[in-house]
């Protein structure tokens, strides 16, 4: 069964930096396309990155430039490094794995505020 857990995240300062981790077992981690939603009570949910199992990687344009989704298939993670965060940067973060079928975690808190 595969399973998606992530990690990191929390509380951070305008401005400041915040890195998730997305960990996957129950399959082999280096065939899937990996990727990150986010969803706020006030919004539509919003594809952030996404990364193939190639290395190529695709951005929403609201975080262009400041976040960097990476992976490392020896410890199948997925990262993603969120960099000059924003209040409106504020959701639940959901790690996303895909090869056919769709799997999803079960999301981590990221608040940007102060």
């Known amino acids: 069964q595969v399973r998606l857990v992530e990690s990191g995240g929390g509380l951070v300062q305008p401005g400041g930096s915040l890195r998730l981790s997305c960990a996957l077992s129950g399959s082999i981690f280096s065939t899937y396309a990996m990727g990150w939603y986010r969803q706020d009570p006030r919004k539509q949910r919003e594809l952030v990155a996404t990364?193939?199992?190639?290395?190529?990687?695709n951005y929403a344009d609201s975080v262009k430039g400041r976040f960097n989704i990476s992976r490392d298939n020896a410890k199948s993670t997925v990262y993603l490094q969120m960099n000059s965060l924003k209040p409106e940067d504020t959701a639940v973060y959901y790690c996303?794995?895909?090869?056919?079928?769709?799997?999803w975690g079960q999301g981590t808190q990221v608040t940007v505020s102060s």
């Open positions: 996303t794995a895909r090869w056919g079928h769709n799997y």
């Open positions: 990364i193939t199992s190639g290395g190529s990687t």
